[in-house]
């Protein structure tokens, strides 16, 4: 049943690719041509977020702060971003259903479709001025622009873009520092299942990478098995 | 727990009887009767009309949230087009439409400025605005209403988490306080969570007003007072409207930790119940539904009939209520009135078993008040009525939504015929007692006539599982005097005191013309008398002992409205009984019976059990669970004095 709400949201997001599953969708509720039910869950399972656009949602996730975004970006890849983290937890590819989190009174958090390849642990990864200066980061809001989403939040008051967008399977985080006066310091984990490489900053060691004041820097987090030709 | 299941099999079908029978004759008579009308607003297929905000925009259009987190906005409701507007939000259910290119709305984590930068229709900018109350994912810490007052400063109201589902302690936005107060069960672990909220229009966060359980309605009246509605549950006795002041302390103990001037938790709770500020009015609960929404004023210039200048609170049930504001000794108290109330099944309220099918959230002793309504004819009104707005048409839109409690999401409204309703109009103060006025001039017999009147108050204490009606007495009326016109009418009562909800119920008013009275019941909360005087007793407990109120014997008058809530479908007026509405062939049993057999010629020891446990073998339900020994006692009293006394007819 969830399955089948789920693939019904798309139907309704795909229209083009929607027709016929639509169709299918009809023969099914009406139990007349089960071969047919079977045929359909034996199809490759279309993009979940194929989309042009991409989405956010605002809402409860698993592994997360309160109140977190699931950001999808088509085609094919969705991320956790946690205002009250460090921004981006984590990313897999696929696609998010929120149904958990409005079927009743009390809900689950939304359930992640695909596989998590890259998952961020630290919670303040932001330093600004010296390594020890945890800045106060909050959220300003986002914003649709060009087919990307931007996430404005501000660092011990100074503000930052950061521009999330898909490439090549992968994900791409671009920061605009210009408003920051300080040199920034941002932490990248070492990550099992995802390439992180980072361009437009400086190694300062230990995970640490440095942007000077008013800087940009951007950060491509790509799938390893991707990266590897494996499938 | 077979027993229980039983009884709510028979209360099933003598809910489907009473609704059955009420349905066929409330039908043909309520077109003629009723003065407003409920009609349909469509909603697009794309939508799912969980409508949590209601609102219009300058230029008319009609601009909507819903729970699934979508803004969706109509260029000429009620019939025209609708294009979704914004998206992903999370649970909004508040909003305010600035412009049809600027919306603001409240999500759990933040109050939000929703911007169209394009002018293609859809929102491209999505500006926190303010986020400083914390949240923990917790299923009930909904964030509540939005209006904007005259400085430009927006208003909304944050509610407690409930322990009956998780809180996020793995990942919490600031480190949480479980530090109770006063023994709460509901906590308060994140900052201003059960608090009045306002934003500045520079974005910068001022508590105002904490001791909220669930506000969920934030409303603002046309002089620019500050109102929210809570919800009944622990130390909120019955459902309230709040007249916010800043700093005042409303009673849910929980928020209480997030004053400036907290100096650790109150053991006493007499301490807490002096710190706490009265409602202005409250909504006793099950007569007056179970959780009220967004309170609104009637700023129409009478396109919405004759109640310009009051207010308008939808509730969870199928209920929308008025209320009457008047200042008396500086503060703000009034009447509360029905306004609109459809039929709701006591199996639906019965239902309120703390699962997640919750229905009605009445519980036994809102239930014990609940009076059972016909349906109305034509359209009904739904339940889940917690969001409401005026539009430029002088019609009430309602928004709908009961996720989880029930069934019945959508979007309604409630339109104006120009037929004069008859009604009270409003219910004030006196030094005396009160003055009534009507819409329409009414019979001034019956008016003057203390047949007409029943008059009593009741109390509710300030108790940590809450409280059910207490200190009831039948109230002395002094005098009756109707004006010439009978418009108004002025009442006496013998020892008017403060700190009561008086109750006011005429019986078979009808206005000069015939016309009956469409909503003959009214509270009035007496916080103050005109010469400033509150009530002094204590707030925590009763002042008539249960046993004074036992000694006084069964009074047969309150039996017989008893009798008129839950009896008389299956009895019938007159106690004759017979069969069944929808099921003829269990019969109830007819009280003019005389003989051995007859059903009052049982000692009272035997009727008294078969009213509490119900009858063995037929359908009857026990009424145990539903009223108290001594109205039990009433009943008896009342079904011994009009069936079974020697000048009624046996047969």
């Known amino acids: ?231 | 727990m077979r027993r229980r299941c039983n009884a709510r099999r028979t209360w099933s079908v003598c809910c489907s009887g009473l609704i059955t029978l009420a349905a066929t004759a409330a039908t043909s008579q309520a077109e003629a009767v009723y003065s407003y009308q409920i009609e349909e607003v469509a909603l697009p297929a794309a939508m799912v009309p969980e409508i949590s905000g209601v609102a219009f925009a300058p230029e008319g259009e009609l601009v909507v949230v819903n729970r699934r987190g979508e803004v969706w906005i109509n260029d000429a409701p009620p019939s025209g087009r609708w294009h979704r507007f914004a998206f992903g939000l999370h649970e909004p259910l508040g909003v305010l439409a600035v412009s049809k290119r600027e919306i603001l709305v409240t999500q759990r984590p933040e109050l939000t400025r929703l911007t169209d930068s394009t002018g293609d229709g859809r929102a491209d900018r999505y500006e926190t605005v303010n986020d400083d109350w914390w949240v923990t994912d917790n299923w009930h810490e909904f964030t509540f209403g939005l209006r904007q007052d005259a400085e430009g400063n927006y208003l909304l109201a944050t509610g407690l988490p409930d322990l009956a589902g998780p809180i996020n302690e793995l990942h919490p936005r600031e480190p949480l306080n479980l530090e109770k107060v006063h023994q709460e069960k509901k906590p308060s672990p994140g900052r201003y969570e059960g608090w009045a909220l306002k934003v500045v229009p520079d974005g910068r966060l001022t508590p105002v007003a904490s001791g909220f359980r669930a506000a969920a309605g934030v409303g603002l009246s046309p002089d620019g007072d500050w109102f929210i509605t809570d919800q009944q549950g622990d130390y909120i006795a019955t459902s309230t409207l709040v007249h916010v002041q800043p700093g005042r302390f409303y009673g849910h103990p929980a928020s209480f930790k997030w004053r400036d001037d907290y100096q650790g938790p109150v053991k006493d709770l007499q301490s807490l119940a002096s710190l706490r500020s009265p409602e202005a009015v409250a909504l006793p609960h099950g007569a007056l539904g179970g959780s009220p929404g967004e309170p609104v004023w009637d700023t129409t210039g009478g396109r919405f009939g004759p109640f310009e200048g009051q207010v308008f609170i939808g509730d969870f049930t199928k209920l929308i209520s008025r209320v009457y504001l008047e200042k008396v000794a500086g503060e703000f108290q009034g009447a509360a009135f029905p306004f609109i109330r459809d039929a709701v099944g006591l199996e639906a309220i019965q239902a309120n078993s703390g699962k997640d099918n919750l229905t009605i959230p009445a519980g036994g002793e809102g239930l014990k008040h609940f009076r059972d309504v016909p349906p109305r004819a034509g359209t009904p009104l739904r339940p889940g009525n917690m969001r409401m707005a005026f539009a430029p048409d002088g019609s009430l839109y309602v928004g709908q939504t009961t996720r989880g409690w029930g069934q019945g999401d959508g979007l309604q409204r409630i339109v104006w015929s120009g037929r004069e309703p008859v009604e009270m109009k409003t219910m004030e103060l006196t030094s005396e007692g009160f003055r009534l006025t009507f819409t329409a001039p009414m019979n001034r017999d019956q008016l003057a006539d203390r047949k007409t009147w029943r008059v009593s108050r009741f109390r509710y204490l300030y108790l940590p599982a809450g409280s059910p009606r207490v200190d009831e007495q039948r109230c002395e009326i002094a005098f009756l005097r109707p004006a010439e016109d009978g418009r108004s009418m002025e009442m006496g009562i013998g020892d008017l005191q403060p700190g009561f909800i008086y109750e006011v119920e005429p019986e078979g008013l009808e206005s000069a013309e015939g016309k009956p009275l469409e909503n003959p019941l009214v509270f009035y909360t007496l916080n103050r008398t005109l010469d400033g005087r509150v009530f002094e007793g204590p707030l925590s407990e009763p002042i008539i002992r249960e046993a004074a109120v036992a000694d006084s014997g069964p009074d047969a008058e309150a039996g017989r409205q008893i009798y008129a809530t839950f009896c008389v479908t299956c009895h019938q007026p007159d106690g004759r009984g017979g069969g069944l509405p929808g099921a003829p062939q269990l019969a109830a049993a007819n009280f003019r019976l005389r003989g051995p057999d007859a059903p009052l010629s049982k000692p009272d020891e035997d009727l008294l059990k078969i009213i509490t446990n119900g009858p063995e073998g037929k359908p009857m339900p026990p009424f145990g669970g539903v009223l108290k020994p001594g109205q039990i006692r009433d009943v008896l009293a009342y079904l011994r004095a009009a069936f079974g006394g020697e000048d009624s007819p046996g047969e």
């Open chain 1, 1 to 231: 049943v969830t399955r089948c709400a789920y693939e019904w949201r798309h139907c309704i997001l795909l229209p083009w690719k929607g027709a016929a599953r639509e169709g299918v969708l009809w023969l099914m509720q009406n139990s007349i041509a089960p071969f047919l039910l079977l045929a359909f869950f034996s199809l490759p399972s279309a993009p979940l977020c194929a989309d042009e656009y991409p989405r956010v949602y605002r809402t409860f996730m698993p592994d997360a702060g309160p109140s977190a975004f699931a950001v999808e970006l088509p085609p094919q890849l969705a991320l956790c971003y946690d205002p009250s983290r460090g921004g981006v937890n984590s990313v897999w590819r696929g696609g998010i259903d929120l149904e958990p989190t409005h079927q009743a009174k009390i809900n689950a958090p939304a359930a992640v479709r695909g596989g998590v390849f890259y998952r961020e642990i630290e919670a303040s990864p932001w330093r600004l001025g010296t390594p020890e200066a945890v800045p106060e980061r909050r959220l300003n809001g986002y914003r649709y622009e060009d087919g990307v989403v931007k996430f404005e939040f501000t660092l011990d008051g100074s503000k930052v873009v950061e521009t999330l967008r898909e490439d090549g399977g992968g994900l791409v985080r671009e920061f605009d520092l210009s408003a920051v006066a300080q040199a920034a310091l941002f932490r990248v984990e070492e990550q099992p299942e995802a390439v992180v490489e980072v361009t437009g900053a400086t190694d300062a060691g230990g995970g640490w990478w440095r942007v000077e004041a008013g800087g940009a820097f951007s950060m491509r987090v790509s799938p390893r098995a991707v990266r590897e030709g494996r499938p």
